[in-house]
Nanobody
Framework: QVQLVESGGGLVQPGGSLRLSCAAS????????LGWYRQAPGKQRELVAT???????NYAESVKGRFTISRDNDKNTVYLQMNMLKPEDTAVYSC??????????WGQGTQVTVSS
């Protein structure tokens, strides 16, 4: 079992920045991939970014060059730095971890709203 606690969402103006955090606890030694996903109203959940146990990253085309995913293994935390935010980035952002063996866990989600 892995527990995930997200923080850092909120309301920001277009062009602004936010940093999301996701702290993991529990069976963290088996974590392989950490990721952020988002779901906007009326849309399916989509991948935003992932980072592997060796630091390899993957981004959705829509956020490349604006968002950066990173992980602090000492703090068991994954971050999503979001810059140059756009209204279309508005969504509930959720943290996900995948363990050795394929089990997947989700955080509760945090709302990000980009609006003037």
């Amino acid at each position: 079992q892995v527990q995930l606690v997200e923080s850092g969402g909120g309301l920001v103006q277009p062009g602004g920045s936010l940093r999301l955090s996701c702290a993991a606890s529990g069976n963290i030694l088996r974590i392989t991939v950490l990721g952020w996903y988002r779901q906007a109203p009326g849309k399916q959940r989509e991948l935003v970014a992932t980072i592997s146990s060796v630091g390899r990253t993957n981004y959705a085309e829509s956020v490349k060059g604006r968002f950066t995913i990173s992980r602090d293994n000492d703090k068991n935390t994954v971050y999503l730095q979001m810059n140059m935010l756009k209204p279309e980035d508005t969504a509930v952002y959720s943290c996900n971890v995948v363990l050795l063996g394929g089990s997947s866990y989700w955080g509760q989600g945090t709302q990000v709203t980009v609006s003037s």
